[in-house]
């Protein structure tokens, strides 16, 4: 006896559902990996090579683009199976929890007018889902 396949509607969203943790995930092992780095002063060749060489080793910026990697390979598994105006604005959902976690893992200042922006991104995937 044969399974029976997959709900297409589930699907989708499950699928949007790992490109946004792996996206939100992404992003924030960046910045924590841009951060233990430090500012970037100076842009000559040789000085560059070395932060490129430091970044590659950096355990934030290599489980940052794995977690990105991941994101991609969902998002092609996406567009295969969804139209393009639902999977991007769907995905669009990683900004608010990005928006969360710089406030609260970061320690990071979100003015008002971000969380305002951040609320219009949910309203806008809530919209999508109906």
């Keep these: 006896m044969r399974p029976e396949p997959p709900n297409p509607e589930l699907l989708k969203w499950a699928i949007v559902a ?38 590659v080793r950096d355990r934030y910026i290599i ?35 990005e928006t969360i976690l710089a406030k609260y893992v970061l320690g990071e200042h979100v003015a008002w007018k971000r969380w305002a922006g951040a609320s219009l991104v949910a309203c806008g995937v809530a919209l999508l889902s109906i």
């Design 18 to 55: 790992v490109i946004v943790t792996a996206t939100t995930a992404g992003e924030l092992l960046q910045a924590l990996g841009m951060r233990h780095q430090g500012e970037i002063h100076d842009f000559r060749p040789d000085a560059l090579g070395s932060v490129g060489a430091a970044l």
């Design 63 to 97: 489980a940052s683009f794995c977690a990105m990697a991941v994101s991609f390979f969902a998002f092609m598994s996406l567009v295969s199976v969804a139209d393009l105006s639902f999977a991007v604005p769907a995905t669009a959902a990683s900004y608010v929890f």
